[in-house]
């Protein structure tokens, strides 16, 4: 719970810097409109009727528009005609069933943030009708929980070029592509975390330089090479790989992460920590989770009495039996025969 509470708090830190700076996007974008189009638009509510059965909340950057046990894309299609002249935030929506959703759903309605909680949508996206392609030159904000079926295929959120926060913990996803969100080059934060991810494809992540954040816990990942990551991890800070089923970590997989300083590798199934892997971000972690792994405690692992443990630190010896659940901070050299 305690890790969560953490990620929560990156995720809200992250959406209030939005909240923050979109007002000024807004403004820029309201005069360009005005100057262009002579369009004024409101940032007051529009009346009930006009758009049930959704509702609509007041914030200082924009309208929220929330809408809920809905049983058709088809039954909130008039939105795009009903909210063209307002400042609308966000647009939620919970509890409900759309499935295919048209790309042009939401057409003419300038918006940041997107959040779809337990809905069912099938699928998500295809080459034929992009997931909201509409809306990708401003969405800056997508987190949808709970909505993907079993069996989702192929997703892409390319076509947001100015995305910064994907937040898709909680499904069924069960791979994922190097088209996945290629050409999002602004994302900072993206987690993946609670699916039942397997498959991770090579350059699934190569081109997301600016990612600061990186969460895939709770999934079902066996393999993890350096060519799935951003190709220069300039700016990743932050990587969850806990409760996954890896065994084995390559000698290149953490190379070239200079900003890496937050790593939760527990209850995986790790055996051996080789000193070549380990070395390029060792002295820089301040934070490292290995706990509930298979670390065998021998001759091999003795190149750590030549490094200070992060100030944070959780790992311990599953073998041999006479350091079992000793932890590595506690061991002595006599002990590593």
């Not at 990612?211 to 700016?235: F, V």
């Amino acid at each position: 719970m305690k890790g969560y509470s953490e990620v929560s708090a990156v995720l809200l830190g992250f959406l209030l810097y939005q909240a923050i700076s979109f007002s000024d996007a807004i403004e820029e974008k309201t005069n360009t409109t005005l100057h262009n189009d002579f369009i004024s638009f409101s940032n007051s509510c529009p009346p009930l009727e006009d758009i049930d059965p959704c509702s609509c909340n007041e914030y200082r950057n924009g309208l929220r528009i929330s809408c809920a046990g809905i049983s058709s894309y088809e039954d909130i299609a008039f939105l795009k005609y009903a909210l063209k002249k307002y400042l609308v935030y966000e647009i939620n929506i919970q509890k409900s069933t759309l499935k295919n959703i048209p790309k042009d759903l939401f057409e003419g309605i300038f918006f940041k943030y997107i959040y779809f909680q337990g809905i069912l949508i099938n699928p998500l996206s295809s080459e034929d009708s992009p997931f909201l392609q509409a809306n990708s030159d401003s969405v800056e904000n997508i987190i949808i929980h709970d909505s993907f079926p079993s069996g989702t295929g192929k997703l892409s959120f390319s076509h947001f070029t100015k995305l910064i926060v994907l937040n898709l913990n909680k499904n069924v996803l069960e791979k994922i592509d190097r088209n996945f969100a290629g050409d999002c080059r602004r994302l900072i934060y993206l987690s993946l975390s609670e699916n039942n991810i397997k498959d991770l494809e090579s350059y699934s992540f190569s081109e997301l330089l600016d990612l600061h954040s990186l969460l895939l816990s709770h999934n079902k990942l066996s393999a993890l090479y350096r060519d799935m990551l951003p190709s220069k991890g300039n700016s990743l800070e932050k990587l969850d790989l806990s409760y996954n089923e890896l065994s084995h970590l390559e000698n290149d997989v953490f190379s070239d992460m200079p900003a890496l300083n937050i790593l939760r590798l527990s209850a995986n199934r790790i055996t051996c920590l080789h000193e070549s892997t380990w070395s390029p971000i060792w002295k820089q972690l301040f934070m490292l989770v290995i706990e509930d792994n298979e670390i065998r405690c021998d001759q091999h692992l003795k190149w750590i009495f030549n490094y200070e443990f992060p100030s944070t630190f959780s790992g311990s010896c599953k073998s041999p039996e006479n350091l079992r659940g000793k932890s590595l901070r506690q061991l002595k050299v006599t002990d590593l025969l």
